[in-house]
T-cell receptor, first 114, second 109 residues
Framework: DGGITQSPKYLFRKEGQNVTLSCEQN?????MYWYRQDPGQGLRLIYY???????QKGDIAEGYSVSREKKESFPLTVTSAQKNPTAFYLC?????????????FGEGSRLTVL | GQNIDQPTEMTATEGAIVQINCTYQ??????LFWYQQHAGEAPTFLSYNVLDGLEEKGRFSSFLSRSKGYSYLLLKELQMKDSASYLC??????????WGAGTKLIIKP
């Protein structure tokens, strides 16, 4: 079945550590996105990529980094420079022949900094 | 600019009807989405409106008025499983999604 997979689902990190969240899709979508979700707030865009080997900063890119070496994969690294990394992270993809702009989301990764 | 607003929380009774409103202000608009999100899970697509009017899909309907910058999601015959957050988001002139904070819907028996 086609879909988008995030891992891990839950992750704990000590302060000062970098962590990488995985996002893989087999939908053949060109565009991929990383969002952060905090209680009481809308989804906030961290980074997005519309094509392999190219990505753009979103509204809250500071303290995060990404890569897009393959169409299927868009990993997000939360660096020690991110001051408040505890959040729910959502990866999404967009595209296809019937593209109406709909995003397909992974199940999310919940990061907790201890 | 980017401005989108929806109520924080609503409560309704099982079997009833509820309307969740979303207002937005933007200089560029390419459609509006509604997503459902259960606690701790990913959002799932409900509807997309790009033209004015009502789109019906089973128990759920979505309405758009572009001139008023207004949309609503109508849920009929409410079930307990409809307890979730409902997110509205519009596509701006750059085809980027701008998200509201979500409306938490509580269904009571």
């Amino acid at each position: 079945d086609g879909g988008i997979t995030q891992s891990p689902k839950y992750l704990f990190r000590k302060e000062g550590q970098n962590v990488t969240l995985s996002c893989e899709q087999n939908l053949n979508h060109d565009a991929m996105y990383w969002y952060r979700q905090d209680p009481g707030q809308g989804l906030r865009l961290i980074y997005y990529s519309q094509i392999v080997n190219d990505f753009q900063k979103g509204d809250i890119a500071e303290g995060y980094s990404v890569s897009r070496e393959k169409k299927e994969s868009f990993p997000l690294t939360v660096t020690s420079a991110q001051k408040n990394p505890t959040a729910f992270y959502l990866c999404a993809s967009q595209g296809g022949l019937t593209n109406t702009g709909e995003l397909f989301f992974g199940e999310g990764s919940r990061l907790t900094v201890l | 600019g980017q401005n989108i607003d929806q109520p924080t929380e609503m409560t309704a009774t099982e079997g009833a009807i509820v309307q969740i409103n979303c207002t937005y202000q933007t200089s560029g608009f390419n459609g509006l989405f509604w997503y459902q999100q259960h606690a701790g899970e990913a959002p799932t697509f409900l509807s997309y409106n790009v033209l004015d009017g009502l789109e019906e899909k089973g128990r759920f309907s979505s309405f758009l008025s572009r001139s008023k910058g207004y949309s609503y999601l109508l849920l009929k015959e409410l079930q307990m499983k409809d307890s979730a957050s409902y997110l509205c988001a519009y596509l701006d002139s750059n085809y980027q999604l701008i998200w509201g904070a979500g409306t938490k819907l509580i269904i009571k028996p």
